[in-house]
């Protein structure tokens, strides 16, 4: 089985960029919240403004990498089967009458090739960090151990928890479904 990181497709030059979410008690939502693996509550309406208008996605990131997608898209998770290893919240994109969700994805899986990958630092006392010690701070040309992932379609690896990971069986639907926003690398 193949492996990709699901990225905004930031190449697209008429997109639209969006900007941090708002939940309903009109507090910012917190993006440290959503790279735990954890469910999370979000407080409704929540809301999001256009930092940039431009072409709506399918599928887009925030400044601070919280997913946000369409309902087609969620639709297309369910039929995957993949409701489970998500959360997926309402929320209202300033200018569109179309349904979008925030996507909490509920598994971290560890994963990561060190040994393959280009290079890999990790957080240290030394290095001033605080927390997270052990975890990386720098991951070039990501590769992961495919063995090592189990039942695990979307998820984010261990570590290295601002990427997202789509199975090839995702990745191909998501093209077939004519999903824009997305880009997807191999890992």
């Known amino acids: 089985?193949?492996?990709?990181?699901?990225?905004?497709?930031?190449?697209?030059?008429?997109?639209?960029?969006?900007?941090?979410?708002?939940?309903?008690?009109?507090?910012?939502?917190?993006?440290?919240?959503?790279?735990?693996?954890?469910?999370?509550?979000?407080?409704?309406?929540?809301r999001i403004g256009q930092y940039d208008p431009g072409r709506a996605l399918d599928f887009s990131t925030t400044a601070l990498?919280?997913?946000?997608?369409?309902?087609?898209?969620?639709?297309?998770?369910?039929?995957?089967?993949?409701?489970?290893?998500?959360?997926?919240?309402?929320?209202?994109?300033?200018?569109?009458?179309?349904p979008y969700y925030v996507m909490n994805l509920l598994r971290v899986v560890r994963c990561i090739d060190d040994a393959r990958c280009e290079e890999v630092a990790y957080r240290t006392v030394?290095?001033?960090?605080?927390?997270?010690?052990?975890?990386?701070?720098?991951?070039v040309g990501m590769r992961i151990d495919p063995s090592k992932v189990g039942d695990a379609?979307?998820?984010?690896?261990?570590?290295?928890?601002?990427?997202?990971?789509?199975s090839e069986r995702v990745k191909l639907a998501m093209e077939r479904s004519g999903i824009t926003g997305a880009r997807f690398t191999e890992v």
């Open 1 to 46: 089985m193949k492996y990709f990181k699901l990225s905004d497709d930031m190449r697209i030059l008429d997109r639209w960029t969006l900007d941090n979410p708002i939940e309903g008690n009109g507090q910012e939502l917190w993006h440290g919240l959503m790279t735990d693996g954890l469910p999370i509550s979000v407080q409704q309406p929540a």
């Open 65 to 98: 990498s919280i997913p946000i997608i369409h309902g087609k898209l969620k639709a297309l998770f369910e039929q995957l089967g993949l409701d489970g290893q998500m959360q997926l919240f309402p929320i209202t994109v300033e200018g569109q009458a179309a």
């Open 126 to 139: 030394e290095d001033g960090y605080e927390d997270g010690i052990g975890e990386y701070r720098k991951v």
């Open 153 to 166: 379609e979307i998820f984010r690896p261990w570590g290295w928890q601002i990427v997202i990971i789509v």
